[in-house]
């Protein structure tokens, strides 16, 4: 314990930056990917899940992480997801008592992050076997890269959707209304969703090479 | 790998069933106040939403004070019953209970032109979960000037489209009540509604289930209302 590396050590970084980019869990790990179509049709929704799922793979990942050596592993399983749940239900109380509105658009998805594959495998996969603070950087890390992910496709399709960002009508204050341009229907519908996903793994892949595979 | 023993995972598995609950309870009961003002905003909503004025959950109870200005409740013979807030009234368990023994609640408002709309509750079945909404009447009694209905958990794009301006907005100038004051109610039609009819709408295209479920819901509890509203029609006259 002597030896404690610090806090930021390029170590450390690398398990917050990373999966931004090339251990991305949608674009590269393609998890999570049902939530990710579900509710990405506006913005204001992608970044208050965005937020509850940071908030519930960080959580997780800690208190797992501290117990880790208290876990017995024939258990493990129901004691990861005992933590997820409750922490899920903690966030939904919460956005019930404060966000109603988006609780109500985020409906069963608030509930249904229990079952996201995210955060059930970073607690198996790197909270079980590391310190409460690589874990919980990991989880930030991870759940951050979920959320990116969640804002861009967000984004775009409430952009291109409904001509609106946030709510507010972006474009018809820029007056491409008069000039003939139309909002796309298709874009509030969940299959652009996954092929906005297509499109971004596209970009990202082609543009890193670490991500190119041989033959 | 450590090993554990059987009594060790025992002891484990409950103190954190313990612990757990324990931080529930006390989340659940702290905020449980919060959450049921947002509740009763939101129903607040939907009752203003069925006279056609929209509002957020900021201005809601402000429009609702302005706009909503009575209520009271009355049994299926069309009897007030006194001493019962119309507010409070849970349709779905009054639905349950028998013709009889169930309590209505009509609310009023005054409009800025002066007229007055009733709007009673109704309450029924989709196809996945309960549908809800609220029904407001002419001072005729018979014509619709506006409905709101929700759902918990229609599918999006086909049973959840009934809460939808285009839906809501056909139920406008449609008569629960024929030309010998009959009740029929309102129905639904697969393929499209005759558009001189005056009481038939659309249903939804790959909703059928939930189509069906609301004609039934506002056949059901429309019905039970309509001694109320022949009364108020009779004392019209």
């Known amino acids: ?215 | 790998m450590k090993s554990f023993s059987n009594t060790y995972i025992f002891v484990f598995s409950t103190i954190m069933v313990v612990v757990v609950a324990a931080l529930l309870s006390t989340a659940a009961m702290v905020l449980q106040p919060l959450q049921e003002k947002n509740i009763e905003i939101q129903k607040k909503r939907n009752i203003l939403s069925s006279i056609r004025i929209k509002s957020s959950a900021k201005d809601a109870e402000e429009l609702y004070e302005k706009y909503i200005t009575g209520s009271f409740v009355i049994n299926t013979v069309g009897k007030e019953q006194k001493g019962v807030d119309a507010f409070k009234i849970e349709m779905v368990s009054q639905m349950r209970k028998s013709l009889e023994q169930r309590s209505l609640p009509v609310f009023i408002s005054s409009l800025e032109d002066g007229k007055k709309k009733y709007i009673v509750a109704v309450q029924g079945k989709g196809l996945w979960g309960p549908i809800y909404g609220f029904v407001a009447l002419n001072d005729d009694f018979i014509t619709i000037y506006g409905t709101n209905f929700n759902h918990d958990s229609e599918t999006p794009g086909l049973g959840a489209e009934i809460n939808t301006d285009w839906f809501g907005a056909q139920f406008a100038d449609k008569k629960i009540f024929n030309k010998n004051l009959e009740f029929i109610s309102i129905d639904l039609v697969k393929g499209g509604a005759d558009p001189e009819s005056l009481n038939e709408v659309d249903a939804i295209s790959g909703g059928t289930l939930t189509s069906d479920g609301l004609e039934k819901m506002l056949y059901d509890c429309l019905s039970s209302y309509q001694t109320y509203f022949k009364n108020q029609m009779n004392n019209i006259k």
């Open chain 1, 1 to 215: 314990m002597n030896d404690r590396e610090p806090l930021f050590s390029s170590k450390n970084m690398k398990l917050l930056t990373n999966p931004l980019n090339i251990d991305n869990p949608i674009t590269v790990q393609v998890l999570g990917v049902c939530s990710a179509l579900a509710i990405t049709v506006k913005l204001e929704p992608s970044v208050v899940m965005a937020i509850s799922v940071v908030v519930v793979l960080a959580v997780s990942n800690v208190v797992i992480s501290a117990l880790r050596k208290m876990i017995p592993p024939r258990i493990r399983i129901i004691v990861q997801l005992t933590v997820i749940a409750t922490m899920v239900i903690l966030v939904d109380q919460v956005l019930k008592a404060f966000a109603y509105d988006v609780s109500k658009q985020l409906s069963v998805f608030v509930g249904l992050i229990i079952t996201n594959c995210i955060i059930m495998g970073r607690l198996e996969a790197f909270a079980m076997g590391n310190r409460p603070w690589p874990a919980f950087l990991d989880g930030i890390g991870n759940s951050a890269g979920y959320g990116l992910i969640l804002v861009i496709v967000g984004l775009l399709r409430e952009l291109l959707g409904s001509g609106e960002i946030w709510g507010y009508p972006i474009l018809e204050k820029l007056g491409v209304y008069n000039i003939g341009y139309e909002n796309n229907g298709l874009m509030i519908l969940p299959p652009m969703a996954l092929i906005i996903i297509g499109v971004i793994i596209w970009v990202q892949r082609s543009r890193t090479k670490e991500l190119i595979e041989e033959s």
